[in-house]
């Protein structure tokens, strides 16, 4: 079992910027990746980006140049930096960890992001 804690959203002007953060139980290096996704009011739960063991990251194509998903392994903490946030940017956004042979998913308990225009 994998618990994620969340943090950092908020209310934002169009054009600024929040940063999440989030901190597994486990370490870092015993999961095949982390990511976050979000899910805006009536909208199905997306993908916004992933970091493996490797390091290797992946976004989605709405967030690409202005989100940076990071990693500090002496927190063991994962973060999404959010730049030139736009209304659409508004949603909660999830924590999730991939973990184990089976890649079982864990999900963080969300954090709500607001961008108002």
């Known amino acids: 079992q994998v618990q994620l804690v969340e943090s950092g959203g908020g209310l934002v002007q169009a054009g600024g910027s929040l940063r999440l953060s989030c901190a597994p139980s486990?370490?870092?290096?015993?999961?095949?990746?982390m990511g976050w996704y979000r899910q805006a009011p009536g909208k199905q739960r997306e993908l916004v980006a992933t970091?493996?063991?490797?390091?290797?990251?992946n976004y989605a194509d709405s967030v690409k140049g202005r989100f940076t998903i990071s990693r500090d392994n002496a927190k063991n903490t994962v973060y999404l930096q959010m730049n030139s946030l736009k209304p659409d940017d508004t949603a909660v956004y999830y924590c999730?960890?991939?973990?184990?042979?089976?890649?079982?998913?864990?999900w963080g308990q969300g954090t709500q992001v607001t961008v108002s225009s």
């Open positions: 970091i493996t063991w490797f390091g290797t990251t």
């Open positions: 999730n960890a991939n973990r184990g042979a089976q890649k079982l998913d864990y």
């Open positions: 486990v370490t870092i290096f015993s999961v095949n990746y």
